[in-house]
């Protein structure tokens, strides 16, 4: 089968996503990429966010390929599906523009993992894949009939949405080394939440793990990425030393949290990268701190959430260290790595005065604590089904109103003026 990979060109413009918005490896296409190809099909990967590709030339270069499937990404990059725009504006754009030429269109991402029903009315895709998607995929490729494909939603005969399963995790530790185009290593010369220095040498996106085992009310990983797994160390370095060779000086491990694993820096120690990560840092002891350092690390975001106990406790965030325990290993990293970052979530009943002295004592020994963040109830977070139930064909507009109407100003890493999701998706709503 020909099948072709799509990411978008991302523009976010009057959007609340307060991820990066420079452009990073489209990890879970390039791991489709690799199966697809691995079970013979001939595979076209476009990225028009990194190559720059206006719209109407990626459609051109899809149609002109003629594939039987077309499958396009609703976030930039697995780095962002915990945070992903609620848009869909862009996604439905391309599948608009591309129409019949695409062969069977099917998207894949957070929005038709949380709500596959309201993925499809808004794409207009054929199919839409629950959970991680690079098995899923695979199997769609095989071409045996969608209602005996797991994980997906569709369109019956009769227009009414057909789910055939609970979201996909997969085995992901086997995945196989990525290698990616020179041309598109050459153009990646972001270094992802990095800050110590300006970027000279290209950087790229790995993956050491998959999933948490946590359980924050916060985070968005109910219906993609939850179960914690580790990818098997050979062909994690594999990856990494071709990256190496290709030129690339700075990693960054999208991992949803980066575990300490004396293996993998002892690793890296040896290959003279430098790397970011995000972690909790009351899972890190000196020593592997040093290690840490040792390896290559320069940038490291931690989140505390919350300066109480009592608060941290509300967000299950299940930590057995005290603030000022927290404090000390926070200012310890920083004597070890050049940028730490400690991040808060904006609650009701802050103790305004507390945060600012708190901020102020990081930040004189060196460490980043950013202004609290407003808390988005993403669909796909405990807070969500906290908030308002399980989801539905409503959840994405329900959380930006809930999300606007509950704070009247943002924090100092977000726009200050966002449009509702109404306006957003005027283009791609039906």
């Not at 004396?262 to 290690?291: N, S």
């Not at 930006?400 to 109407?405: G, P």
Request: aromatic residues 8%; charged residues 25%.
């Amino acid at each position: 089968m020909r099948v072709a990979l799509v990411n978008p060109p991302w523009d976010f413009a009057g959007s609340i996503y307060f991820g990066c918005r420079e452009p990073h490896l489209p990890l879970e296409l390039g791991y489709s990429r690799a199966l697809l190809e691995a079970a013979g099909h001939d595979v076209l990967l476009l990225d028009g966010h990194l190559c720059g590709l206006p719209m109407a030339e990626l459609v051109a270069q899809v149609a002109a390929y003629a594939p039987e499937m077309t499958v396009v990404t609703t976030a930039p990059s697995y780095l962002f599906w915990r945070c992903a725009q609620p848009e869909l504006r862009l996604p439905r754009e391309f599948l608009a523009l591309l129409g019949a030429r695409g062969g069977r269109t099917v998207a894949v991402g957070p929005h038709g993992s949380a709500t596959p029903g309201a993925a499809l009315r808004k794409l207009g895709a054929d199919v839409v894949v629950r959970g991680e998607c690079e098995e899923i995929v695979a199997r769609l490729a095989e071409g045996g009939p969608l209602s005996a494909t797991p994980s997906i939603a569709f369109h019956e005969a009769s227009g009414a949405v057909r789910v055939t399963g609970a979201p996909h995790a997969g085995r992901f530790t086997d995945l196989p080394a990525l290698r990616w185009p020179e041309a598109w290593i050459a153009r990646h010369r972001h270094h992802h939440h990095r800050f110590d220095a300006h970027p000279d040498v290209p950087g790229a996106e790995v993956e050491a793990s998959r999933g948490c085992p946590y359980n924050c009310t916060f985070c968005a990983k109910i219906d993609f990425r939850d179960k914690y797994r580790r990818r098997d160390l050979p062909l994690l370095l594999e990856e990494i030393d071709g990256l190496r060779a290709q030129g690339v000086g700075y990693l960054y491990f999208i991992d949803e949290i980066f575990l300490p694993q004396r293996a993998l820096l002892e690793a890296l120690a040896t290959r003279h990268l430098q790397f970011g990560m995000q972690t909790r840092i009351d899972l890190w002891k000196p020593e592997m701190l040093d290690l840490l350092g040792e390896a290559g690390c320069v940038s490291i975001e931690a989140g505390v959430e919350s300066l109480t106990e009592a608060g941290r406790a509300a967000l299950d965030k299940n930590c057995r260290s005290s603030t000022e325990e927290l404090t000390d290993r926070l200012l310890y990293a920083r004597r070890r790595v050049p940028f730490v970052q400690a991040n808060l979530i904006r609650t009701e009943g802050d103790d305004q005065a507390m945060i600012a002295a708190w901020r102020e004592r990081l930040q004189r020994g060196g460490v980043w604590a950013n202004d609290p963040v407003p808390l988005y109830p993403y669909p796909s977070s405990p807070d969500y089904h906290r908030l308002f139930g399980a989801p539905d064909e409503a959840a994405w507009e329900r959380a930006h109103a809930h999300y606007l109407a509950q704070f009247d100003r943002l924090s100092d890493i977000q726009e200050e003026h966002p449009a509702s999701l109404a306006e957003l998706e005027a283009s791609c709503c039906r």
